[in-house]
């Protein structure tokens, strides 16, 4: 089982909906990010979480230390939104960073 | 300020070639750090490097494998006698000091095709 689980994988939307992606964890961290990759793109931070929710924009990401679960919120979702995002943690290294699978998300117009 | 920088991006081998992927880090960080993302599977930890040293290669495979940080120029994660199973995206990340201890800054990638 991997120690961080992503919740769907894959996920398709209409433009304007309200999405929802799920991180749950098993280890004992120091913070969380929340990561998104366009096809065949780098890799962009958009998050880093050690407690309670933080927003930018239409994104919105929380935190529950105690349940060990996280999601990233996407209010009036765009195709432009269409990317993998990537839940990770930071457990007892600070470099050894943990990476759950990704969520594809694709927002049809 | 220019971000994280890797290349190639794009990099096509035929079995039993070398692959040499680049990583510069940012301005003002000295440590790096190599990723790989196998198709379908998330990213996984391979090395950690300060200039001139390597911290820890618990993820690199024992063998073909070899990462370098000099100290003058980009880091070098070379893959020698590359087999299909090397095919995979890696990621370069850096920070200023010793681990993450605030935002991750990656690199766009170099992506390996071995034919």
């Known amino acids: 089982k991997n120690e961080v689980e992503q919740s769907p994988q894959n996920l398709t939307a209409q433009e304007g909906e309200f999405i929802t992606i799920n991180c749950s964890y098993s280890?004992?961290?120091?913070?969380l990010h929340w990561l998104q990759q366009h096809p065949g793109g780098g890799i962009v931070s958009l998050f880093m979480l050690s407690s309670g929710k933080k927003k930018h924009g239409r994104l919105i990401a929380t935190i529950n230390i105690q349940e060990k679960h996280s999601s990233l919120h996407i209010t009036a979702s765009h195709p432009r939104d269409s990317a993998v995002y990537i839940c990770?943690?930071?457990?007892?290294?600070?470099?050894?960073?943990?990476f759950g699978k990704g969520t594809l998300l694709t927002v049809n117009p | 300020n220019a971000g994280v920088m890797q290349n190639p991006r794009h990099l096509v081998r035929r079995r039993g070639q070398e692959a040499r992927l680049r990583c510069s880090p940012m301005?003002?960080?000295?440590?790096v750090y190599w990723y790989r993302q196998l198709p379908e599977e998330g990213l996984k930890f391979m090395v950690y490097l300060q200039k001139e040293n390597i911290i820890d290669e618990s993820g690199m495979p024992k063998e073909r494998f070899s990462a370098e940080f000099p100290k003058e120029g980009p880091s070098i994660l070379r893959i020698q006698q590359v087999v299909r199973g090397d095919s995979a995206a890696y990621f370069c990340?850096?920070?200023?000091?010793?681990?993450?201890?605030?935002?991750?800054?990656f690199g766009e990638g170099s992506r390996l095709t071995v034919l």
């Open positions: 990340a850096s920070s200023p000091s010793g681990g993450f201890t605030g935002e991750l800054f």
């Open positions: 990770t943690v930071r457990g007892g290294s600070n470099y050894k960073l943990t």
């Open positions: 280890v004992g961290i120091s913070a």
């Open positions: 301005k003002g960080h000295s440590h």
